[in-house]
């Protein structure tokens, strides 16, 4: 299974990414480290991304999210998958297989992180562009991105009825029945 963090810069995809992850006992795949160094240069210089700067960062990320598909590997992913396209596109392979979850907060608020946050190359500057680009997502699990990050990521868990720990034992099944796990 593949959870997909999403929201604007600042709304806490990496820190609660982390967090979800390490609770499920799971691996964490950084977005950010499937942009090319020129939009990474770009963002870094004050200007938002295009949609044809994004193809080849989506075009990457799906490939890892169709190969955590094809091999049942459990993933939390942060990416900012801002528009609906690009959803519908990070899912076309196996969309039963990849579940959104959105952070959503205040300007205010994610202002606040991104202007003291440290070593970073996306800075607040960034922060209108990424809110007029975002659609949010219908349907999908939304959390409150204000609380402390392990009580958003409990609020995940809940929301999704994903396993309270990593090590949950899988029900034993009666002698014979030959059905394993099921
Ligand atoms: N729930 C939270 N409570 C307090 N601080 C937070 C929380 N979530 C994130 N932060 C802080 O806010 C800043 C931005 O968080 P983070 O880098 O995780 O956001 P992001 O959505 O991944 O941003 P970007 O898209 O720019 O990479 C960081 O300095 C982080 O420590
Ligand atoms: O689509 C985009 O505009 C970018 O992916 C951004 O969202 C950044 O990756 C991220 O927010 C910075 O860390």
């Given at each position: 299974?593949?959870i997909?963090l999403?929201?604007?810069?600042?709304?806490g995809k990496t820190t609660v990414g982390k967090q979800l992850a390490?609770?499920?006992?799971?691996?964490f795949v950084e977005g950010?480290?499937?942009?090319?160094?020129?939009?990474?240069?770009?963002?870094?210089?004050?200007?938002?991304?295009?949609?044809?700067?994004?193809?080849?960062?989506?075009?990457?990320?799906?490939?890892?999210?169709?190969?955590?598909?094809?091999?049942?590997?459990?993933?939390v992913v942060a990416?900012?998958?801002?528009?609906?396209?690009?959803?519908?596109?990070?899912?076309?392979?196996?969309?039963?297989?990849?579940?959104?979850?959105?952070?959503?907060?205040?300007?205010?608020?994610?202002?606040?992180?991104?202007?003291?946050?440290?070593?970073?190359?996306?800075?607040?500057?960034?922060?209108?562009?990424?809110?007029?680009?975002?659609?949010?997502?219908?349907?999908?699990?939304?959390?409150?991105?204000?609380?402390?990050?392990?009580?958003?990521a409990?609020?995940?868990?809940?929301?999704?009825?994903?396993?309270?720990?990593?090590?949950?034992?899988?029900?034993?099944?009666?002698?014979?029945?030959?059905?394993?796990?099921?």
């Amino acid at each position: 299974m593949v959870i997909v963090l999403m929201g604007v810069s600042g709304s806490g995809k990496t820190t609660v990414g982390k967090q979800l992850a390490a609770d499920l006992g799971w691996k964490f795949v950084e977005g950010d480290d499937y942009h090319p160094p020129e939009n990474v240069a770009k963002m870094a210089g004050g200007t938002p991304l295009t949609d044809a700067d994004r193809r080849p960062w989506l075009k990457a990320l799906r490939q890892r999210i169709d190969a955590a598909c094809a091999t049942d590997e459990n993933i939390v992913v942060a990416c900012s998958a801002l528009k609906h396209e690009y959803r519908d596109y990070l899912e076309r392979d196996d969309p039963a297989c990849v579940r959104y979850v959105y952070l959503h907060g205040s300007e205010a608020l994610f202002r606040e992180r991104l202007e003291s946050r440290k070593g970073h190359f996306m800075g607040a500057n960034m922060l209108r562009s990424q809110l007029e680009a975002m659609e949010p997502p219908v349907g999908e699990v939304t959390v409150d991105a204000a609380p402390p990050p392990d009580r958003i990521a409990a609020d995940i868990r809940a929301k999704l009825g994903a396993p309270a720990t990593p090590s949950a034992p899988v029900p034993a099944s009666p002698a014979g029945s030959g059905c394993g796990p099921c």
